[in-house]
């Protein structure tokens, strides 16, 4: 078996939405929205751990596609990086994405219908997430850093 680096290997958060229904019954331009709310312990890198994820996704049937434009919240555990304190930190991931239905194949950056009538949206909010994830996290803009005691 081949041996990734264990480092790179992304976080998975399976979640799915059933879409059976809109497409069979939809019209083009019909819409469902489908609230998220999550409780996780899903360490994203050694400093960030994700803990809860929630908002909602709205998804509208097209002509060849489903159009799904997530509104998502999110709470993680990090470590500031003045202080080096943990520290809880909301954030937000607002995006869309494509889901072509009938197809074998995603083009471009597009994903797909899976044959149960089903989309994947956890590796998309996932990668939303990690993008929104700064790289010096801070608890607070006037946070100090550990030079507390030399005042
Ligand atoms: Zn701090």
Sequence with gaps: MKKEPEKFELPTFPAKI???????????????????????????DEENVLKEISGNVQLTLLEQEILAQFDINYLAKTVCARCLKEY????????DREYLIGRRLPEDDKLLVDKNFQIEIGEPILEEVMLDVPMKPLCSEKCEGMTGNDK
Excluded: H, P, T
């Design 88 to 95: 809880s930190r909301q954030g937000e991931a607002i995006f």
């Design 18 to 44: 059933d879409v059976k229904n809109l497409i069979a019954k939809g019209k083009v331009g019909d819409r469902l929205k489908v609230e998220i709310d999550e409780k996780l312990n899903l360490r994203l």
